[in-house]
């Protein structure tokens, strides 16, 4: 059986459907499995083991259809399920299944607040597109792979973290997904252990502010790796703090402890750190991640996605999760008793 799974971004939303890329790939013997993304995110999909073939939307959705009209697809799996994916299962014409977005509970809740939406990760919501073909979460969690050129060697970090450091995510898609700078900085300077910093090159400047603080302490590493670079630097730390941000889902791949730092967006919307179910159970009592929001704020959520700036003027989301909080349940995650 030969199958198209779409899923065009971002970072984080593609790493979320390799669990249905795994389990289909290894749970039906004759499956073909291709996966259809947008070429900027090719780090995410090109290494992947359980992938026979990757296409790419790069300028013409009509040039990628013709592509793929070629391949004969027996199914298609749309984890997308937007206008362009419609679009690509109109053209081809096979048996689809698509995952339910939710958006009209996003919708509610973001505008009324009532929260209807089911106590579910999107993983799972995931998992049902193949569930007819007999396919079952097999609980191992999220996959991220890196090809030998993109290791991290240890020239590559200063001698100070080479013996182990945090992980601090500073970036995000949008601000209001941010913990603001003066807050990350007062955290960092509370953190008595080796600090990364995390982002991309849009965060640079925001990451050498911040390790003015100590730059003996502080490495920002903020636009100076590509992406799985950068993925592989979360697989080598301690821990991670992120933001809810595409490296929080890569840092659950690799079974780091994560203390996640939400904003206007909340892990009700199903996208909160996921290990697994087999991972878990080794856990015990004790989760591998902590999640810290201010909740029954009567603004929040605003948006399933979020702004450029907080729409009230205030950011209380965000300005009321103190750096010292932060920074207990990171010297937590260190002590001997609860390091994964």
């Given at each position: 059986?030969?199958?198209?799974?779409?899923?065009?971004?971002?970072?984080?939303?593609?790493?979320?459907?390799?669990?249905?890329?795994?389990?289909?790939?290894?749970?039906?013997?004759?499956?073909?499995?291709?996966?259809?993304?947008?070429?900027?995110?090719?780090?995410?999909?090109?290494?992947?083991?359980?992938?026979?073939?990757?296409?790419?939307?790069?300028?013409?959705?009509q040039?990628?259809?013709?592509?793929?009209?070629?391949?004969?697809?027996?199914?298609?799996?749309?984890?997308?399920?937007?206008?362009?994916?419609?679009?690509?299962?109109?053209?081809?014409?096979?048996?689809?299944?698509?995952?339910d977005k939710?958006?009209?509970r996003?919708?509610?809740?973001?505008?009324?607040?009532?929260?209807?939406?089911?106590?579910?990760?999107?993983?799972?919501?995931?998992?049902?597109?193949?569930?007819?073909?007999?396919?079952?979460?097999?609980?191992?969690?999220?996959?991220?792979?890196?090809?030998?050129?993109?290791?991290?060697?240890?020239?590559?970090?200063?001698?100070?973290?080479?013996?182990?450091?945090?992980?601090?995510?500073?970036?995000?898609?949008?601000?209001?997904?941010?913990?603001?700078?003066?807050?990350?900085?007062?955290?960092?300077?509370?953190?008595?252990?080796?600090?990364?910093?995390?982002?991309?090159?849009?965060?640079?400047?925001?990451?050498?502010?911040?390790?003015?603080?100590?730059?003996?302490?502080?490495y920002?590493?903020?636009?100076?790796?590509?992406?799985?670079?950068?993925?592989?630097?979360?697989?080598?730390?301690?821990?991670?703090?992120?933001?809810?941000?595409g490296?929080?889902?890569?840092?659950?791949?690799?079974?780091?402890?994560?203390?996640?730092?939400?904003?206007?967006?909340?892990?009700?919307?199903?996208?909160?750190?996921?290990?697994?179910?087999?991972?878990?159970?080794?856990?015990?009592?004790?989760?591998?991640?902590?999640i810290?929001?201010?909740?029954?704020?009567?603004?929040?959520?605003?948006?399933?996605?979020?702004?450029?700036v907080?729409?009230?003027?205030?950011f209380?989301?965000?300005?009321?999760?103190?750096?010292?909080?932060?920074?207990?349940?990171?010297?937590?995650?260190?002590?001997?008793?609860?390091v994964?």
């Amino acid at each position: 059986m030969k199958f198209l799974i779409i899923r065009f971004s971002s970072i984080g939303d593609i790493v979320l459907t390799t669990p249905v890329v795994r389990c289909l790939k290894k749970q039906i013997a004759t499956a073909e499995v291709h996966f259809l993304t947008k070429s900027n995110y090719s780090p995410t999909v090109s290494s992947n083991p359980y992938i026979d073939k990757v296409h790419y939307l790069e300028q013409s959705l009509q040039e990628v259809i013709a592509q793929l009209q070629l391949e004969e697809f027996d199914y298609i799996i749309d984890l997308h399920n937007n206008m362009r994916s419609f679009k690509v299962k109109e053209a081809l014409g096979k048996k689809s299944f698509s995952v339910d977005k939710l958006n009209v509970r996003k919708w509610v809740y973001t505008s009324f607040k009532w929260n209807t939406l089911p106590d579910l990760h999107i993983v799972d919501r995931y998992m049902k597109t193949v569930e007819s073909f007999g396919v079952k979460n097999d609980g191992a969690g999220l996959d991220y792979f890196i090809g030998e050129e993109d290791r991290i060697k240890e020239k590559d970090i200063p001698t100070s973290h080479q013996a182990g450091y945090i992980g601090i995510v500073i970036g995000a898609a949008l601000n209001t997904k941010k913990y603001p700078f003066l807050k990350l900085r007062k955290l960092c300077e509370l953190i008595d252990h080796p600090i990364i910093l995390l982002g991309g090159l849009e965060d640079a400047d925001e990451g050498e502010r911040v390790a003015a603080v100590d730059t003996i302490k502080i490495y920002n590493a903020c636009g100076k790796f590509n992406l799985n670079e950068s993925a592989d630097l979360v697989r080598r730390s301690k821990l991670i703090v992120t933001n809810d941000t595409g490296l929080m889902h890569i840092a659950t791949a690799f079974k780091r402890p994560v203390i996640s730092v939400w904003g206007n967006t909340v892990p009700d919307f199903g996208m909160y750190p996921y290990y697994g179910d087999n991972f878990l159970r080794n856990c015990g009592d004790k989760p591998p991640y902590d999640i810290l929001e201010i909740r029954n704020l009567s603004c929040r959520p605003c948006s399933k996605i979020g702004y450029d700036v907080c729409p009230k003027g205030h950011f209380k989301c965000m300005e009321l999760i103190d750096p010292k909080v932060i920074a207990e349940k990171i010297q937590y995650r260190l002590s001997k008793e609860s390091v994964i």
